[in-house]
């Protein structure tokens, strides 16, 4: 007779919990730029929080939660760009269709560069991620090699920006592609274009 052992843990409703914190210290984070609390109770909190994280660092992975293919396509738990699980991460939640990659978004204050706009290192991270998925949407997969960036207006935070990409020219390793940050009617505040190369390891293993 054989029995099913029971698994010591369910590991897709820990990263669902892992999710759930990262969205917490990113509220986190927003609170820590915006607080106007007096200077204890700034201290008062910073004592919670170092007892906070001592408690997360009682186990630890050696490195954030690893990519991997999935039923439902490329899943980086850990991106800095695109992890649900990885505070940094906005995060970016990108669909594909016919013109490429698409993406809703909405920065937060953690991302102000200049009073009132978004840093333009973050509009360039945010866009560096999308053309590179705009690659994979062309069905190819590479690692940026240039990225030339354009800004045209400041970018807000708080409000719904619109981030899209897509690949206008392949030639062997290389794929070529143009994306944009613009306002919902069609204003745009960055322009993108980026020449992305697939590693010779990756050539044959890139995914659907
Ligand atoms: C197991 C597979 C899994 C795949 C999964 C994919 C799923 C996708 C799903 C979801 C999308 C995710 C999206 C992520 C997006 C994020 C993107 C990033 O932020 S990437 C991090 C920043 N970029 C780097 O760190 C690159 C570091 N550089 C390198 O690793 C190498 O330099 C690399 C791969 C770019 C090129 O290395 P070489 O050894 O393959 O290249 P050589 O053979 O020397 O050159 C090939 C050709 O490319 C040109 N080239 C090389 N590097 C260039 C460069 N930087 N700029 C312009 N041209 C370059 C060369 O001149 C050469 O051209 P000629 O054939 O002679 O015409």
Redesign the pocket.
């Known amino acids: 007779m054989t029995m099913d052992l029971a698994p010591e843990y369910d590991e897709e409703a820990r990263l669902s919990a892992q999710a759930v914190l990262a969205q917490q210290v990113r509220e986190l984070m927003d609170a820590v730029v915006l607080t106007d609390v007096s200077e204890d109770e700034m201290t008062a909190v910073t004592a919670e929080l170092v007892a906070l994280t001592e408690r997360l660092k009682a186990a630890r992975r050696d490195r954030p939660p690893v990519p991997e293919l999935t039923r439902n396509g490329?899943r980086h738990l850990g991106n800095a760009v695109t992890g649900a699980c990885n505070p940094h991460a906005l995060p970016l939640v990108i669909e594909r269709d016919a013109d490429g990659s698409r993406a809703d978004l909405e920065f937060r204050p953690t991302h102000e560069g200049p009073p009132d706009s978004v840093h333009g290192g973050v509009s360039a991270m945010i866009l560096?991620?999308l053309l590179?998925?705009a690659v994979?949407a062309a069905g190819r997969?590479g690692?940026?090699?240039?990225l030339t960036i354009r800004y045209r207006r400041r970018v807000p935070y708080g409000e719904p920006v619109v981030g899209r990409a897509a690949a206008t020219r392949a030639e062997?390793?290389?794929t070529w592609v143009d994306g944009t940050i613009s306002l919902p009617d069609g204003t745009v505040l960055v322009e993108a274009t980026g020449?992305f190369?697939t590693?010779?390891p990756?050539v044959n293993?890139?995914?659907e």
């Open positions: 490329f560096d991620h590179g998925d994979a997969a690692m940026t090699g240039t062997g390793r290389k020449l190369i590693p010779t990756w293993a890139i995914p």
